[in-house]
């Protein structure tokens, strides 16, 4: 069993953030290696929408968990907030919009496009389907991963969160090639990259519709996380084809005890679909499937 | 907007299109499948061409000026999306060009073309709402983050729409210049402007603004733009010493589009009515010999507004986007 926190602040203001961000990783007893060099954080950067939406990472959550990270650590390591460009967005857009180029400056770390960088081909089996990725030696070269996704509703995959913002870590920008076998391509990349933090902002969130929450969720696994924010979103996990994928594959637990909150508590307060917008969805989605 | 003309103009009966020119493949394949038989990449090709009466330039803003000046030298008439260009000189020219080369020039305002918007002008003239003292619009939408707002997949955006150079202007330019016209036309000439710029999104062009017109009219108008919001609202309110009125036109619902749609492939609706009107009176215009409005002297003029509002930014010093 895996240890995932669920920590609600009570404001949203800067010190009430970072006391949730501390206490979450306290409640996992989570502690920064010392001696580290390198350390990648990973937000969710997706198109062009801004963080007030729920779509993307917060800039000023990840502010203040650099703020928490040189605080815990005395090495004073490098920092480098990555991210790779997709089919529809272009990171040196994206960084500067979504307000990270801003961050870079203030917090001194560095703003690193994946699909710029030097990369290694690997290949790897995900349940007899062999998928091909470009893997950036940034990565393959760091001391520590922090992953820091977002929890949202997917058509196709029904939810993502921590395992499927690790599939930004590819630097191949035609990501729409791997939208045929989007579970196996999410899984293959996390066999490959191992998180060490995941540190869900959940201080907006996305459900049917955007809601303040104030959650902020940790663990060192990502398949509980993951596991954790479909109860949250009221799906089955073994109806997460991704979930069920992860568990073949070993990549973590789908079991899991939290600390902190109740999982009841923070399923009530999420924006969850209600039944009659989950017909019209699958109605939608059919309708748009024959017409295009 | 391209596409949106080319479907409309091969519905007419007096026009024939001889050629599509676009750097988007996507494009000149929806071109070809609809039975344009001279496919270009470049616009150049056109010109070149001496069948064509007539151009519709539906490009980014940076292309305008060449585009069009190249064009009214080689005697086509022109129709030419909003704005008119980047710039003022840039706009000069143009207007130059056209003039010099007795060719027929229009500038592609929409509002003008809806008959809401010029039913309004009628009540206006009237005096329906008394003396107009407070005119108001809001155009607030994702701009060029199209796919923020839509159903479906996410787009790319073209790179030029991040380039204030290419541009020329963000939301007020882009989206305030359809007020601007649309205020001109119903209260006449513009004695101050002013404006308040903002940059959500920390781009070098700004993604909202407010502006602030005085008419020689009396009339005070506000203009509010943005690019920021996955929602669509577009406004009109209009406050006279006898009456008010506004319209609102918001995000449909999902269900609407899908009917919309439905409704447009079956052949019962044209979703785009005020675009196929614009285009099919400035055919009129160029088989009757008559000087099609609005002038591309009228998009000069807009342009000039936008200027001065850009230099008479409230609570700064001038930030020129649009330079003279």
Redesign the interface.
């Given at each position: 069993m895996s240890l995932v926190s669920l920590c609600l602040a009570k404001q949203t203001d800067y010190l009430n953030i970072r006391e949730t961000v501390e206490k979450s990783l306290d409640l996992i007893n989570f502690n920064f290696k010392n001696d580290v060099d390198k350390i990648l954080i990973k937000p969710n950067l997706n198109?062009?929408?801004?963080y007030s939406?729920g779509y993307t990472t917060d800039p000023n959550f990840v502010g203040i968990l650099i703020d928490v990270i040189r605080e815990r650590i005395t090495s004073d390591p490098y920092i480098y907030i990555i991210e790779s460009d997709a089919?529809?967005?272009?990171c040196k857009?994206a960084f500067?919009?979504?307000?990270y180029?801003?961050l870079s400056i203030e917090k001194n770390v560095t703003l690193v496009n994946l699909s710029e960088q030097k990369t290694e081909k690997k290949i790897v089996e995900v349940l007899g389907k062999k998928l091909t990725y470009f893997i950036p030696n940034i990565i393959q070269n760091s001391d520590v991963l922090i992953n820091v996704p977002k929890i949202k509703y997917m058509k196709d995959v029904k939810l993502t969160c921590a395992l499927k913002n690790i599939f930004g870590c590819n630097s191949y920008q035609k990501k729409y090639v791997y939208h045929k076998n989007l579970n196996k391509a999410i899984i293959g990349i996390n066999k490959l990259i191992k998180t060490d933090l995941v540190i869900v902002d959940g201080i907006i969130v996305r459900g049917v519709n955007t809601k303040k929450l104030g959650l902020v969720m940790a663990s060192e696994d990502p398949v509980a996380v993951d596991s954790v924010a479909a109860n949250i979103l009221d799906l089955n996990p073994k109806s997460v084809e991704c979930l069920d994928f992860s568990l073949k594959e070993k990549l973590g637990n789908t079991s899991y005890i939290t600390k902190g909150e109740t999982l009841e508590t923070v399923k009530r307060m999420f924006p969850k679909k209600e039944i009659n917008n989950k017909i019209?969805e699958f109605l939608?989605s059919n309708?748009?499937k024959v017409?295009? | 907007m391209g596409s949106v003309h080319l479907s409309n103009c091969i519905k007419m009966k007096n026009v024939e299109v001889i050629a599509v020119a676009d750097k988007s493949k996507r494009a000149l394949i929806y071109a070809k499948n609809i039975g344009i038989k001279n496919i270009y990449t470049n616009y150049e090709e056109i010109i070149k061409d001496k069948n064509i009466d007539a151009l519709i330039i539906s490009l980014p803003n940076f292309l305008h000026k060449d585009c069009a000046i190249a064009a009214a030298e080689a005697g086509k008439h022109i129709f030419i999306e909003k704005p008119l260009a980047r710039n003022i000189l840039e706009g000069e020219e143009i207007c130059t060009s056209i003039e010099h080369s007795d060719v027929k020039g229009m500038v592609g305002y929409p509002l003008r073309f809806d008959k809401r918007y010029i039913d309004l002008k009628a009540d206006i003239e009237n005096g329906i709402f008394g003396a107009v003292i407070t005119a108001s619009t809001s155009n607030i939408s994702s701009g060029p983050f199209s796919s923020r707002g839509q159903l479906g997949r996410p787009v790319p955006v073209p790179s030029w729409w991040f380039d204030k150079e290419l541009l020329g202007g963000g939301a007020l330019l882009d989206l305030g210049v359809h007020s601007v016209n649309l205020f001109r036309y119903y209260f006449g000439d513009v004695i101050e402007t002013h404006s308040q710029l903002g940059y959500r999104f920390n781009m070098d062009l700004e993604d909202h603004a407010v502006c602030i017109m005085k008419f020689k009219s009396g009339t005070l108008a506000t203009i509010k733009v943005g690019w920021f919001s996955s929602d669509i609202i577009r406004s009109l309110e209009i406050n006279g010493t006898i009456k008010n009125i506004s319209f609102i036109q918001s995000s449909p619902s999902k269900l609407k589009i899908i009917s919309s749609d439905i409704k447009k492939k079956l052949g019962l609706t044209n979703e785009y009515n005020s675009f196929y009107h614009e285009i099919n009176y400035f055919i009129d215009c160029l088989n009757l010999g008559i000087q099609p409005i609005p002038s591309v002297d009228e998009g000069l003029m807009d342009l000039k507004i936008i200027s001065e509002a850009y230099n008479n930014q409230l609570g700064k010093n001038s930030n020129a986007l649009i330079r003279d």
């Open positions: 198109y062009y929408w801004d939406t089919s529809a967005m272009k857009y500067k919009i979504l307000g180029e801003k019209y939608i309708y748009m017409l295009r | -």
